[in-house]
């Protein structure tokens, strides 16, 4: 098992030099750069309704470009480089290159940027004064909130329900069940979130939970469990709205997983030795059924941590990582694509790695060294 961990480990370097390198070609041929984001807000032609320049670069740049002006010899061949940029003094579009780093050529760039993160360096937000790790440290409290309690939210519900559903294949139950967990699935989350606040969060109807935020106004002078409360308070609705599709596709793969094994030779072996119903779902059924549903743990997991939860964040105001990186996108703040990108690919790399490793603490008959990478 130790061989096969490192020939796993040793692979995650190539994949993620390739997602990045794929990721990096990709942003070369986008349009409307960060240079170009600045050139937009000066000129007033930006309408990016997240666009977020302060205290940064845009700014400083700004009232360099305004207190000298364009220059009578303007260099054409540098302001045609960019839309909108014609009018502009040339030397504020060469500042604007270093300050983002494109004054460099792309390959250099590229490593120069692998060889910070292999540091965990990610430098700084083109249009937030502030550190990239830090900015991501700041919204990770939302994400983890979502992520991890959804997630066992959702597994803690679709397992048992799953299991009954399989044991009670055919019956009203099941029949019932599977009429509510098909109609939950098709509702979108976000519509479901839209619902929740208009019954419950004071639009039409109740009012019973907040609106907004993690925590309350008053949340330093709550006592200890007073905030545990307040805190799963906020979160109930949101929860809610991003259980309902993962809750539904997680139920139904149990019960299927389940069905199949049910009916396979070794179960009815077990009946005939004198095991009770109890003994074989739990002593022989359980451990093979539940393979299936480790093996999409990580990507359940995954894609309710980093992307699931964006237009649930925007919903009920809360500022999460799925927000930031939308905002990034629209505003090509390119450190922050990267690291997020970087930070999500690794930990999705290593899920992946623990859940094989959980194969074999369930299923002691799966070795791994004898299979190649």
């Not at 399989?166 to 019932?176: E, H, K, T």
């Not at 997991?301 to 990582?321: C, K, N, P, R």
């Amino acid at each position: 098992m130790g061989a096969y961990i490192i020939r796993r480990l040793l692979l995650m370097i190539p994949t993620i030099i390739g997602i990045m390198f794929v990721s990096f070609v990709i942003v070369q041929f986008a349009p409307g750069g960060p240079v170009e984001q600045v050139i937009a807000q000066l000129t007033g032609s930006d309408v990016s309704a997240t666009a977020r320049i302060g205290g940064g670069a845009g700014g400083d740049f700004g009232a360099q470009n305004q207190a000298g002006g364009p220059g009578a010899g303007a260099d054409e061949a540098i302001t045609s480089k960019y839309r909108g940029a014609q009018g502009l003094d040339p030397e504020f579009i060469q500042q604007l290159e270093e300050q983002f780093g494109f004054d460099k050529p792309a390959h250099e760039r590229f490593l120069l940027m692998l060889g910070n993160y292999i540091r965990f360096d990610f430098g700084e937000s083109y249009f937030r004064d502030i550190s990239v790790i830090d900015l991501v440290l700041e919204k990770m409290p939302v994400s983890i909130s979502l992520g991890l309690w959804m997630t066992l939210l959702s597994y803690g519900i679709s397992i048992p329900l799953g299991i009954g559903k399989a044991v009670r294949d055919g019956s009203r139950f099941d029949v019932w069940t599977s009429a509510i967990v098909i109609v939950g699935y098709a509702i979108p989350g976000f519509l479901f979130a839209v619902l929740l606040i208009v019954l419950f969060a004071g639009g039409t109807f109740l009012d019973l939970f907040p609106l907004r935020g993690l925590t309350s106004d008053n949340w330093d002078e709550l006592s200890f469990f007073g905030k545990i409360a307040d805190y799963f308070w906020h979160l109930a609705l949101p929860l809610t709205a991003m259980a309902l599709s993962a809750f539904a596709t997680t139920t139904l793969l149990t019960k299927n997983s389940f069905l199949d094994e049910i009916r396979k030779q070794y179960v009815m072996t077990a009946r005939a030795k004198g095991l009770t119903e109890r003994e074989v779902l739990y002593g022989h059924v359980f451990r093979n059924a539940m393979l299936i549903i480790i093996a999409g743990f990580p990507g359940a997991f995954i894609g309710a941590f980093f992307a699931g939860s964006l237009l649930i964040e925007t919903i009920f105001s809360l500022d999460g990582l799925g927000l930031l990186g939308f905002e990034s996108i629209v505003n090509r703040d390119y450190p922050v694509v990267f690291a997020t990108l970087y930070i999500f690919s690794l930990m999705g790399l290593i899920v992946n790695l623990i859940s094989d490793l959980t194969y074999t603490w369930i299923d002691p008959r799966i070795d791994f060294e004898t299979r190649e990478v």
